[in-house]
């Protein structure tokens, strides 16, 4: 069974520059969760939802950034206009109801 | 506030030096705790799950442990391979958000 799946694996844009990152979770999971990894903030949740409703967005650090979920296989992340301070990468997980998360293998975004 | 702390930062070893890494919470209600191993330019890779104080769970060399306010990923006669960032992220009850401390970075030396 394939595992969760996110594009691009690289991204590089300039500042000010739209960014949509894609994330597709494990079938039959039910809860999708996005996470920012920086060296200096270590993984931080940004948002999760649940039967593609978002749950909690408190971890949105700012109106630039929009997640969607227009069904149970595709969500995306949507950095607009993109800064060089959201380089970090970026992880989609997945899990059913409470249970364990499996990650993606991550989206490294640099913004010039 | 909830609360992950993990220790050492990094940690150095000789092939077949056992050792233990620590992850220390404070939360409000333990729902799980969870153990991740990464490896660079991967995303965390599930290892472990613990529910309630005394529960231990073994993969072949990692055994993880946990207590009322601590859990140690113990590592017995460790390879190179085991080279990796040992993440350890808590949920508390009623939600499904992970808080993850900041990992330690294990080196395995042959």
């Known amino acids: 069974d394939a595992g969760v799946i996110q594009s691009p694996r690289h991204e590089v844009t300039e500042m000010g520059q739209e960014v949509t990152l894609r994330c597709k979770p494990i079938?039959?999971?039910?809860?999708l969760f996005w996470y920012r990894q920086t060296m200096m903030r270590g993984l931080e949740l940004l948002i999760y939802f649940n039967n593609n409703v978002p749950i909690d967005d408190s971890g949105m650090p700012e109106d630039r950034f929009s997640a969607k979920m227009p069904n149970a296989s595709f969500s995306t992340l949507k950095i607009q206009p993109s800064e060089p301070r959201d380089s970090a990468v970026y992880f989609c997980?997945?899990?059913?109801?409470?249970?364990?998360?499996?990650f993606g293998p991550g989206t490294r975004l640099l913004v010039l | 506030e909830d609360q992950v702390t993990q220790s050492p930062e990094a940690l150095r070893l000789q092939e077949g030096e056992s050792s233990s890494l620590n992850c220390s919470y404070t939360?409000?209600?333990?729902?799980?705790l969870f153990w991740y191993r990464q490896d660079p330019g991967k995303g965390p890779e599930f290892l472990f799950t613990?529910?309630?104080a005394g529960e231990e769970k073994e993969k072949e060399r990692l055994k993880a442990t946990l207590t009322k306010k601590e859990s140690f990923l113990h590592i017995t006669a460790p390879k190179p391979e085991d080279s990796a960032t040992y993440l350890c992220?808590?949920?508390?009850?009623?939600?499904?958000?992970?808080?993850f401390g900041t990992g330690t970075r294990l080196k395995v030396l042959a």
């Open positions: 079938s039959g999971h039910n809860s």
């Open positions: 992220a808590v949920q508390t009850s009623g939600t499904y958000k992970y808080i």
């Open positions: 613990l529910y309630s």
């Open positions: 997980a997945s899990s059913f109801l409470e249970e364990t998360q499996y």
């Open positions: 939360v409000s209600g333990l729902r799980g």
